[in-house]
């Protein structure tokens, strides 16, 4: 396709300086005849000329580049985006930066990368981080004064705004439909259980649910593992060993849910006629399983679109007084019931009776 | 945090000057002295200064960009990347990418966005371009010399390496595999089949396998939808009231086997009893059904892996020779059957025996 078009090929062509075809490109070209004007872009769009977004942020100090980051507390090493969860969000906020003119930059991040040198060097102008904890990479973080909204994150700042669910409330609503079902023997299924991660508050809301209902909690009928399916496979085979008492069961996210209800039918358990499963998300696939996994729902695509829409409030506020700091509240996103069929109603609340079990 | 750390800042610390720091910071310090040097470089880490990429893309003509690319063909407008096909490859490239010093910029792109002058803008080292049919997007694209390679397409163009796999041989092993089971009424469900799509060479293939067994093929059993859980949903509907003769489905997408095995549950029809479904993709969730989807696997990963290695290389070439014009063969990855439980053998091909249908 042979070499790039520069300013002074537009020039020789329309028979001026390049001088002046810089000042139309720029909008600076007042004592232009709108003839030459007209000509030079006319002649840009013939041959192709397009202005170096690079070259022109450093005049600007605006890259039109926001960047998204999800820190690795899992281990996942490759598969970041591949959790639906992110991915539903990541689409919500790609589509509102391309209608706003932005271009999104994604990063999966290890704690020990770097990530204000990506920063930096690129020049973001905004950032949203998913997911963080209180830790070295949110101290990082907060080095920086590039706008950043945070979603997911118990982080006590008010540096940056967060915008979450109501974790403790949703596992609780989870955790209060089983009881109001008749249930009494229920397990929790979780990930890791972090100070100040959505996990504990997830797990603060269901002990609040049996204390309500004057149900004792019993140790062993929490089950930590990991975020995955995987692990809520796992967990199936222990549940059903070790605490066949259970009817109910209150997970915390969705995955772990789908991973569970796999393991029990894998063992002919079934669901909702043995044991009652609850999830926590309302991903899209809830609805692809039989039975359609009744589940806590929280506004995923608003997450994104809250996210980018707020810091393009923040970039713009910015560019106006980037002294100015502001102080945040957490936007605090509803969550709510999503009844489908994978809980039962039980007249003996300790009792099961299906067989072999 | 305060304005930005300059060169000046640096140099004013240390007691030297600018120019002194750019010469260290650019590696042509060869004349200053070693303990210059490392006052420069501690200074630089503490205060943390940062290149700024933008302005040295402009010197170096590298802007360690990879932009992805994926045009909208199907009206989803945000959920792009939700869609898990896409968010796999998605992942294995962005992690190869930070390995090796690139960030990656997504785009979704309708077909009257102009994506060639984001591209220029950017200053991309590289595109990579998944699912793009022989239209004006892709003519588009042709114009322009930043290396590319492209995922899922059948343009012929020879310019860019294209990276997919066997459709027209993945859906006759699907159709094979029942016709291997005993079934002789197979229908086949598909998206929108499209001159050189992706659609026709698996419409194709199961055309084929029907052929080589001797079985007319009858059109009213092929069903043309959407790639999509709600096509497969609705089609289910179709198939059990036009055509209840059916004893086995070739689907053309894990999605659209998705909602047909859900819309088939909602009408007791059961799978695999009633009826036999093989998807296509071996989505990651094929496995959290029950019963599992039996289908066709395709190395989702390995086309981001492939495609962002190839790329790496292709862009090196093109750094030491911008002129050289490569040719490039399909690079064509084996597809395989996954047996799960949504299968089963029927004895009498064409008969139906379950209850009610």
């Given at each position: ?71 690795q ?5 490759t ?74 994150s ?17 596992s ?13 023997n ?33 140790e ?27 009817t ?61 829409e ?47 079990r």
């Amino acid at each position: 396709m042979g070499r790039k078009v520069t300013l002074k090929d537009i020039a020789d062509r329309v028979g001026v300086s390049t001088a002046t075809v810089s000042y139309v490109l720029n909008g600076k070209e007042q004592y232009i005849s709108q003839e030459i004007k007209e000509r030079i872009f006319a002649a840009v769009k013939e041959m192709g000329y397009y202005t170096n977004m690079n070259a022109k942020s450093l005049v600007s100090r605006r890259s039109r580049l926001i960047g998204i980051v999800v820190p690795q507390t899992e281990g996942r090493e490759t598969q970041l985006f591949a959790n639906n969860f992110y991915s539903e969000i990541l689409s919500n906020v790609e589509y509102i930066a391309r209608n706003n003119g932005y271009q999104i930059i994604i990063s999966g991040m290890d704690l020990n990368d770097n990530y204000l040198r990506i920063a930096h060097e690129r020049g973001l102008d905004g950032i949203i981080a998913i997911g963080i904890y209180q830790n070295e990479f949110f101290d990082q973080l907060e080095k920086t004064d590039i706008p950043m909204v945070i979603i997911d994150s118990y982080c006590r700042s008010g540096k940056y705004l967060n915008i979450r669910i109501d974790d403790e409330e949703g596992s609780y609503t989870a955790a209060k439909h089983l009881i109001d079902k008749g249930h009494r023997n229920i397990g929790f299924l979780c990930g890791h259980i972090q100070e100040n991660g959505v996990m504990q508050k997830r797990y603060i809301g269901y002990r609040r649910a049996l204390a309500e209902a004057g149900i004792e909690l019993d140790e062993r009928f929490v089950f930590e593992g990991t975020v995955g399916y995987h692990s809520g496979l796992e967990l199936s085979e222990r549940i059903a060993k070790e605490q066949p008492q259970l009817t109910g069961v209150v997970c915390s996210a969705d995955i772990l849910a789908i991973g569970l209800m796999k393991g029990l039918a894998q063992q002919n358990i079934r669901v909702p006629e043995d044991i009652s499963v609850i999830g926590f998300d309302d991903l899209e696939i809830c609805q692809y399983l039989s039975p359609g996994l009744t589940t806590i729902r929280q506004q995923i695509a608003s997450k994104g679109q809250i996210a980018m829409e707020k810091l393009l409030q923040a970039i713009d506020r910015h560019l106006n007084d980037p002294e100015e700091e502001e102080k945040f509240e957490d936007v605090v996103l509803p969550v709510e019931l999503i009844e489908r069929d994978s809980v039962r109603e039980v007249k003996n609340g300790s009792g099961v009776t299906a067989p072999g079990r």
